[in-house]
């Protein structure tokens, strides 16, 4: 399958510090890409939608000032917690679909854990 | 909305048997069910998926299953193995990347 590379795949910050996360589609190119959430043993919750050259969608509740998303190139969408506070820590976990309209499928990226003290 | 029931949210299986897991969806508009599979600390992989137009697909020792009369789509490991430990999520979409998770299905096989 495609291949979707997250970085960094942990990290810890002080409280009110800013964090960024990458996510890249290695070898397509990803004109949407996803950012999701995820709390230890339940699902997968969408946050937002990230679209290369225009603002991001975001899912009822998540604040667009916290969570800054930026999808600058065909290959690349970041996520910036801003200002984290320690409700911030989670699992981050980045997608994105091959842009085939017969076969279209997503994929995900190894994710992020969010530590903030 | 679109949503997605799993069960059983926790499977235990001796190695060797059969696994089944089955979800239900609730907009009859969805057309796509994939599978993933995640390992602690690990994004989603996906596994298998059907779309609405068949029934059955197979790879391998993983099957799915799709019943659009009663919105409900299954998935079936065979011969299953330790490595086969994981967290499995259904899910549903109705259009372009628009998945709809279910909560999950710890599945632990036992040597």
């Known amino acids: 399958g495609a291949v979707v590379s997250q970085h960094p795949s942990r990290v810890i910050c002080k409280s009110g510090t800013s964090v960024k996360i990458e996510c890249r589609s290695l070898d397509f190119q990803a004109t949407t890409m996803f950012w999701y959430r995820q709390f230890p043993k339940q699902s997968l919750m969408l946050m937002a939608t990230?679209?290369?050259?225009?603002?991001?969608?975001?899912e009822q509740g998540v604040e667009k000032d916290k969570f800054l998303i930026n999808h600058a190139s065909l290959t690349l969408s970041t996520l910036t917690v801003t200002s984290a506070h320690p409700e911030d820590s989670s699992f981050y976990i980045c997608?994105?679909?091959?842009?085939?309209?017969?076969?279209?499928?997503?994929?995900f990226g190894s994710g992020t854990q969010l530590s903030v003290l | 909305g679109e949503n997605v029931e799993q069960h059983p949210s926790t499977l235990s299986v001796q190695e060797g048997d059969s696994a089944v897991i089955k979800c239900t969806y609730s907009d009859s508009a969805s057309n796509y069910f994939p599978w993933y599979k995640q390992e602690l600390g690990k994004g989603p992989q996906l596994i298998i998926d059907i779309r609405s137009n068949v029934g059955e697909k197979k790879d391998q020792r993983i099957a799915v299953t799709l019943n659009k009369t009663a919105k409900h789509f299954s998935l079936h490991i065979t011969e299953t193995q330790p490595e086969d430990s994981a967290v499995y999520f259904c899910?549903?979409?109705?259009?372009?990347?628009?998945?709809?998770f279910g909560k999950g299905t710890m599945l632990l096989v036992s040597p």
């Open positions: 990230s679209n290369e050259g225009s603002k991001a969608t975001y």
């Open positions: 899910a549903a979409s109705t259009g372009y990347s628009t998945l709809t």
């Open positions: 997608s994105a679909s091959v842009p085939d309209p017969r076969d279209e499928k997503l994929f």
